[in-house]
């Protein structure tokens, strides 16, 4: 199984952020995995601002993005980058806890590609991360030009 490019990773909790991490590196799923632990920095990242300046300027193959964050709502981000057209084709998977309904039916309006909530269970988190993993390397073809750059 071929791994994709960079994903990011927009999660506030650190044992969430290392549960998927482990998977994700577990199954070879991806090359390089970004860590922004709020709205604001995952904005930053992908607008190419402040401590993401000088990064490389190749969109990710997909953003996994919990909702509940701080500083800046994971609704807010998925928001920005479905209204911005050089964003709005990077696939995004809200990963969430929330499993409430105005969160999810508010995901679709503005775009989300998929809503999964997270597993409580280790091992069953671990499968989704994978499964999810395997849907993005795998099975997912993107439009040609979708992860270039910005």
Same mark, same amino acid.
């Given at each position: 199984?071929?791994? @994709?490019?960079? @994903?990011?990773?927009?999660?506030?909790?650190?044992?969430?952020? $290392?549960?998927?991490?482990? /998977?994700?590196?577990?199954?070879?799923?991806?090359?390089?995995?970004?860590? /922004?632990?709020?709205? $604001?920095?995952?904005?930053?990242?992908?607008?190419?601002?402040? %401590?993401?300046?000088? *990064?490389a300027h190749e %969109?990710?193959?997909?953003i996994l993005l919990?909702?509940?964050?701080?500083?800046?709502?994971?609704?807010?981000?998925?928001?920005? @980058?479905?209204?911005?057209?050089?964003?709005?084709? @990077?696939?995004?998977?809200?990963?969430?806890?929330? *499993?409430?309904?105005?969160?999810?039916?508010?995901?679709?309006?503005?775009?989300?590609n998929a809503y999964?909530?997270?597993?409580?269970?280790?091992?069953?988190?671990?499968? /989704? +991360?994978?499964?999810?993993?395997?849907?993005?390397?795998? +099975? %997912?073809?993107?439009?040609?030009?979708?992860?270039?750059?910005?």
């Amino acid at each position: 199984m071929e791994a @994709i490019g960079r @994903i990011l990773l927009v999660e506030d909790d650190p044992k969430d952020v $290392e549960l998927t991490l482990t /998977a994700l590196d577990e199954y070879h799923l991806a090359n390089e995995v970004v860590v /922004a632990a709020d709205g $604001e920095q995952a904005l930053d990242y992908l607008y190419s601002r402040g %401590n993401f300046m000088r *990064r490389a300027h190749e %969109n990710p193959a997909v953003i996994l993005l919990d909702l509940k964050l701080p500083k800046i709502d994971g609704l807010e981000v998925l928001k920005q @980058i479905k209204s911005d057209e050089k964003l709005k084709m @990077i696939p995004v998977v809200v990963l969430t806890s929330s *499993r409430e309904e105005k969160d999810m039916v508010t995901s679709y309006k503005l775009g989300v590609n998929a809503y999964v909530v997270k597993p409580v269970d280790f091992h069953e988190f671990v499968n /989704a +991360i994978k499964e999810l993993g395997v849907f993005w390397a795998v +099975i %997912n073809e993107p439009p040609l030009g979708s992860v270039r750059k910005v």
